[in-house]
């Protein structure tokens, strides 16, 4: 099964953050303009007004990621999707607090939420 990563540890805290103080919150895992996190309320810091905050997968953000596309496909398929993962946050809230990288195995029908590879304090990969 392919596995998408996500390796920011600050996105990943700033995602713990907003469920701490918005608890009926929803968490969507999305593939349209790439494959990413994007928490159900445009609230976050960092955003123009109207736009919600997200944090790419690793190797899947168009920005940055010239195989974007590619990457995206070989991982969740060609299809656009918005999936709520919102049970996922308390995987999420453990690898933040262990410093580890947050993982979604994904096949045709399920997905599977791991805490990754311990990550540097540093990490900013996503």
Known sequence: ?????????EDLATIVNHFESNPNAKLFLVHDHGVYLMPGSPSLPGRREGMHWVTHAKDCNPDTDPECWENARDLVGGDDFGEDITPAIHVIRACVKEGKGFSIKVSPTSFAFNTGRKLPKSAKVG
């Open 1 to 9: 099964m392919p596995t998408v990563q996500f390796n920011n540890l």
